[in-house]
């Protein structure tokens, strides 16, 4: 069964901070991992990630993916209010269920 | 449409009675999923859409949830005999990526309330 763990669960920073949030993964024919953020109802795409190493960048938001220890981390670099969600990880893996495989999410609170 | 659709946005109900929930996906796309999402809780996959193929159930949790997909465009998920535990948020997703999943679009979400 494909497993996600992130952590922390949740996070209170003030406003300038930079976080780390953490996703570990257990997948069968991993295929690929996504970050979403959801700030009130629907989660909205951050970014796909397939290969280990390399570095994706959307403005002060970044994520990488090891694919030999099975972590991924999102950055967010001067943090805003507006970044204040739900920051979901989810894997894609070729076994199994179709559909990703969700984990708890990260509750981020920034404070002003 | 220009995003996924889904209706309704709010559902109270009493426990025993069934319920319906729509999903309208974005035009094109021919991957369509439910998720279920619990208070606190990550998003949980109950069933998956691709095309005219069979549909993958594995992920209902009971017999009393059904899903169909018309056309190959709106479905529809049916809870039958609701119970407290079955409320939630239900949340529609809809891929253009065949086979696999990528980049899912979300809806907004129906919120079930079972009293």
């Known amino acids: 069964e494909d497993k996600v763990v992130q952590s922390p669960l949740s996070l209170v920073v003030h406003e300038g901070d930079t976080v780390t949030l953490n996703c570990s993964y257990e997948?069968?024919?991993?295929?690929?991992l996504l970050w979403y953020k959801q700030e009130k109802k629907a989660p909205t795409f951050l970014f796909m990630l397939?290969?280990?190493?390399i570095e994706k960048k959307s403005g002060r938001l970044s994520s990488i993916l090891d694919k030999k220890e099975l972590f991924s981390i999102l950055n967010i670099t001067a943090t805003q209010t507006g970044d204040s969600a739900v920051y979901l990880c989810?894997?894609?893996?070729?076994?199994?269920?179709?559909?990703?495989?969700f984990g708890k999410g990260t509750h981020l609170i920034i404070q002003p | 449409g220009a995003g996924v659709s889904q209706s309704p946005s709010n559902k109270v109900t009493e426990k025993g009675k069934d319920v319906e929930l729509r999903c309208d996906p974005i035009?094109?796309?021919?991957?369509l999923y439910w998720y279920r999402q619990s208070l606190g809780q990550g998003l949980e996959f109950l069933i998956y859409?691709?095309?005219?193929?069979?549909?993958?159930k594995s992920g209902l949790p009971s017999d009393r949830f059904s899903a169909e997909r018309t056309g190959g465009s709106v479905s529809t998920l049916t809870i039958q005999r609701t119970q407290q535990e079955d409320s939630a948020v239900y949340l529609c997703?809809?891929?253009?990526?065949?086979?696999?999943?990528?980049?899912?679009?979300f809806g907004e979400g129906s919120r079930l309330t079972v009293l």
């Open positions: 997703a809809s891929s253009q990526r065949g086979g696999r999943t990528g980049e899912l679009f």
């Open positions: 997948v069968t024919n991993f295929r690929s």
């Open positions: 397939t290969s280990s190493g």
């Open positions: 989810a894997v894609e893996g070729g076994g199994g269920a179709d559909g990703l495989t």
């Open positions: 035009s094109g796309h021919t991957a």
């Open positions: 859409f691709q095309g005219n193929s069979a549909p993958d």
